[in-house]
């Protein structure tokens, strides 16, 4: 008798949800609409928020094209799914969902998104998706997998997107991926990869954006993505990479876009990075160099955005870092806590940049035009202990004749001096910063001159270095003892003209006085017939 009653039961839900679903469908689908649930027979849509539902509901429209039961408690998936063969789009994310038997949707030919991330999935097979003929989204993200087996999601012929990051996926098998031919979009990362997967990449041919990030790679192997001919987008961000090579992007000459954030790179891989021509966005902070050398995004002339933040150990940022990328529009290196020096030039030779962000860095000042403001439209130079004086004037001014245009500012704080702590940089004057000459012109004049006058004091300070002994006997003779004078060149007189150039040379090295001088001795013998006096008749 029990065993009879126990037969009965399902024959009569079963007949009790044929009865539901005879009903006239306008009101059907309002009149069985599940507590918690919002539903629309006229757009074919049902929406389940956070509820209470632990089992897929069964007295649903059977029309339904799109039904999403997010945030409950449904933990498998049964033969309720055959009722809903016109579903479009299915969300059963953040579900307690840990099996999925074989042939599940065998009924949802016309399915296209499938949405089964942040569940408990343990395993997969190649029959689990079996009937999914028109689905071009998978959604795995959050469970709990941890391999991919042999031809696994070969029934997914029109796929396109597939998405099983946040797994514990930690071996793919080199066939996983057969059947893919037009998958465009791969997530692995934050999974338990080793080693790239490159011998499942094979099937990929239109593979375009590829996510490996937060895996433990420690290095690319060579061609690793060689069959990747049209990736465009490579995430390696948190890969754990402590180094590339020369071979580690061949074949990648279309890629447009490379996360490398988050590694443990020591230097920038400029010659690394050197055939990916035509590369337009970079990512490159958390990483462990210490600076951004001349040139060292060499080879990269088509580069328009480049992000470094977050790098602990850099300080500096050398002249001509960025001067093989004149078509740069982005520049973001914020947060970086050590980078106290930018050097001038530096930021020159960017007529095309239109965002420059500085913010949350160790900056005290900034040399005088250090960046061109020709289409700047963002700047960010928030967060730095900016030292307000008069060598932060520049800014000041290009700040305040920029205040009225359209470009976004985000104001300039001055962390010193104490009397200006908290004070907005462009709302200060000239004198508040310390600058008795607020023109550069002038301020270039007065250098000049301070300059010349520096040049000429040191150019006389040599002259009379130079000349002390004769400046010494030109004091004692004009200004000393008379007759002293007056005996010295009475004794001077007793020798031949040779003999007082030899013991009397010229400390200057100016001919002129001795020439003058010899002159009025044999001027005075001639005309006045002066005898010499001898040393001993004095």
């Known amino acids: 008798m029990q065993t009879k009653i126990t037969q009965i039961i399902p024959t009569a839900l079963v007949l009790l949800a044929v009865t539901c679903f005879l009903l006239p469908i306008g009101r059907a689908g309002l009149a069985n609409c599940p507590l918690g649930c919002q539903c629309d027979d006229d757009t074919l849509v049902v929406t389940c928020g956070e509820g209470h539902l632990d089992v897929l509901p069964i007295v649903l429209n059977p029309s339904l094209q799109r039904l999403v039961i997010k945030n409950n408690k449904i933990k498998t998936i049964d033969s309720s799914m055959q009722f809903y063969a016109e579903l479009t789009f299915l969300d059963l994310s953040y579900n307690h969902l840990f099996n999925m038997p074989p042939r599940t949707f065998a009924y949802q030919k016309k399915l296209t998104e499938l949405h089964l991330n942040h569940n408990k999935v343990g395993s997969i097979s190649n029959k689990t998706f079996l009937g999914l003929e028109s689905l071009a989204i998978l959604n795995l993200r959050g469970n709990f997998l941890d391999e991919l087996s042999e031809g696994v999601f070969s029934g997914l012929k029109k796929l396109e997107e597939l998405n ?90 279309g890629l447009r876009t490379l996360d490398l954030s988050d590694n443990r790179l020591s230097r920038i891989p400029t010659l690394e990075l050197m055939p990916l021509s035509r590369l337009e966005e970079l990512a490159l902070g958390q990483n462990d160099f210490d600076s951004i050398p001349m040139a060292a995004f060499a080879g990269m002339s088509n580069l328009r955005k480049l992000d470094i933040s977050g790098s602990l150990k850099l300080n500096r940022i050398e002249s001509g870092a960025f001067s093989a990328n004149a078509n740069l529009e982005e520049i973001i290196i914020a947060s970086n806590k050590a980078l106290v020096e930018i050097h001038d030039g530096a930021l020159g030779g960017l007529p095309h940049l239109k965002r420059l962000v500085l913010k949350d860095n160790a900056l005290t000042t900034l040399s005088d035009g250090l960046f061109s403001w020709n289409e700047l439209v963002d700047l960010d130079l928030s967060e730095n202990p900016i030292v307000c004086d008069c060598r932060i004037l520049w800014l000041r001014n290009l700040l305040v004749n920029k205040s009225n245009s359209s470009q976004n500012q985000i104001p300039v704080i001055c962390a010193s001096p104490d009397r200006l702590r908290e004070q907005v940089l462009q709302a200060l004057s000239p004198d508040l910063l310390g600058c008795t000459h607020a023109d550069p012109r002038q301020q270039a004049i007065i250098g000049g001159v301070l300059v010349a006058a520096a040049a000429i004091v040191t150019a006389l300070a040599l002259v009379i270095y130079k000349c002390r002994r004769r400046i010494r006997e030109l004091v004692k003779g004009g200004w000393g003892n008379s007759a002293i004078g007056r005996k010295e060149r009475e004794y001077q007189k007793t020798f031949s003209e040779e003999d007082y150039m030899g013991r009397h040379p010229n400390p200057c090295g100016v001919s002129v006085h001795t020439t003058t001088l010899n002159n009025y001795q044999i001027n005075n013998h001639h005309s006045h017939g002066i005898r010499h006096i001898p040393v001993t008749e004095l």
Do not use: C, W
């Open 164 to 253: 099983l990051g946040q797994n514990r996926i930690s071996r793919i098998d080199p066939k996983a991926f057969e059947g893919l031919a037009n998958l465009r979009v791969l997530y692995l990362d934050d999974n338990t990869l080793s080693a790239v997967p490159s011998a499942a990449f094979g099937p990929l041919i239109s593979l375009a954006e590829l996510y490996l990030g937060i895996n433990s790679f420690t290095n690319i192997p060579m061609n690793a993505f060689t069959n990747l001919s049209k990736l465009t987008h490579l995430d390696l961000k948190g890969a754990a990479l402590s180094n590339v090579t020369g071979e580690s992007f061949s074949g990648l000459e």
